[in-house]
């Protein structure tokens, strides 16, 4: 965890030129490097951050399209995600129990690595690294060494203190759905400091992308109808981006209204 984040550090700290070699346009097929929420332009406010952001599972299939600078990143990195996807899917085995499923295979599960670099902010009150949102995916395994994750819980954000050696673990938006609403997707956002330079490691633990998103079956029934219409994430990611990245406005998209809300 250590190696991984300083590799991480090492990699935002090499000239941009460098860096630009690696901005791809989609992370699923690639590697992507691109700086606040990477709209540029169309944004209201600008986002303090730069982000690089390539998949990672099967590492056969993604190592060649890793950085391959700084020298350490592929050696690195590599085998970190390798456990990291393992640590989720024990975590999502036991979700998926305590939830009454036992079918769910988990080979293609993917995972996509995003590391953020935070520099240090002259004005913290007046820039966020990322405003509040909801991930898609299922669980999100964060590594972070420096203050800055906070989450929304009963009208207020509350900090989410760094602990040495620990993952931050939110649920995501596909598991909400898949579960019915039973899990509550978190929401989430970065803030930013004046002090130091913070980076994290966000590792989207995320279903097969041809896998339909729906409530399980089993979670369904007349007196517990599904809250969620059935997509997939490609569509997500559509209503996604057409709403300004506006997580709020996209789950709300894909949520059942009740009759009598109608
Ligand atoms: C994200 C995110 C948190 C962090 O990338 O979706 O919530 O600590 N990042 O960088
Ligand atoms: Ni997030």
């Known amino acids: 965890m250590i190696d991984a984040v300083n590799v991480g550090k090492e990699f935002f700290s090499m000239p941009a ?48 399209i890793f950085p391959d600078k700084p020298a350490g990143y592929r050696g690195t990195i590599g085998p970190y995600t390798v456990e990291v ?55 999100t395994i964060i590594q972070q060494d420096i203050y800055g994750l906070q989450l929304f819980k009963d009208g207020q954000w509350i900090g989410v203190e760094p602990l040495p050696n620990a993952f931050g673990i939110p649920i995501s938006f596909s598991m909400e759905v898949i579960s019915n609403g039973k899990l509550r997707s978190a929401v989430h956002r970065v803030v930013t400091n004046s002090a130091c330079f913070r980076t994290s490691l966000v590792n989207f633990v995320n279903c097969p992308s041809d896998r339909l998103i729906e409530p399980v079956k089993s979670l369904v029934s007349p007196s517990n109808p599904p ?36």
């Not at 690639?30 to 332009?41: I, L």
């Not at 951050?49 to 060649?64: A, I, S, V, Y």
Request: hydrophobic residues 30%.
């Open 85 to 139: 996807r393992k640590l989720g899917i024990r975590i999502l085995d036991m979700i998926y129990e305590g939830l009454g499923l036992t079918e769910e295979n988990y080979d293609y599960h993917d995972l996509l690595l995003t590391i953020h670099n935070y520099p240090a902010c002259p004005d913290p009150s007046s820039a966020l690294g990322v405003s509040g949102h909801r991930d898609a995916n299922l669980i």
């Open 227 to 262: 809250a969620f219409g059935a997509f997939h994430m490609e569509e997500y990611l559509e209503v996604l981006f057409g709403n300004n990245s506006d997580s709020e406005v996209t789950g709300e998209y894909f949520k059942i209204k009740s009759q009598a809300s109608k």
């Open 17 to 64: 030129e460098e860096m630009e070699n690696f901005a791809a346009k989609d992370s699923r097929k690639g590697c992507k490097v691109y700086t606040g929420s990477g709209n540029y332009g169309s944004d209201d406010f600008g986002l303090w951050r730069d982000t690089l952001q390539h998949p990672c599972h099967p590492l056969e299939k993604w190592t060649n």
